[in-house]
């Protein structure tokens, strides 16, 4: 199946992990295992700051 890719086993491993794939071996055969990368998501830090330009919109009272 290989030499269909074009690639040896080397390389051919090498892409999968970088597709997310776990590789190991076990008793001379290689098992292939998806494990997706996980994403971190950042908190966002919604405080709001006195000093910025919105909050001396506020004060005109433009109603």
Do not use: H, W
């Not at 098992?31 to 506020?58: G, H, M, T, V």
């Amino acid at each position: 199946m290989l030499n269909l890719l074009g690639c040896n086993k080397e390389s051919f491993v090498k892409v999968i992990k970088l597709l997310g794939y776990k590789v190991f071996d076990e008793k001379n055969e290689t098992f292939l295992q998806y494990r997706p990368f996980k994403k971190i998501k950042k908190s966002l830090d919604l405080k709001i700051k006195k000093n910025n330009p919105f909050e001396a919109l506020k004060q005109l009272n433009l109603k």
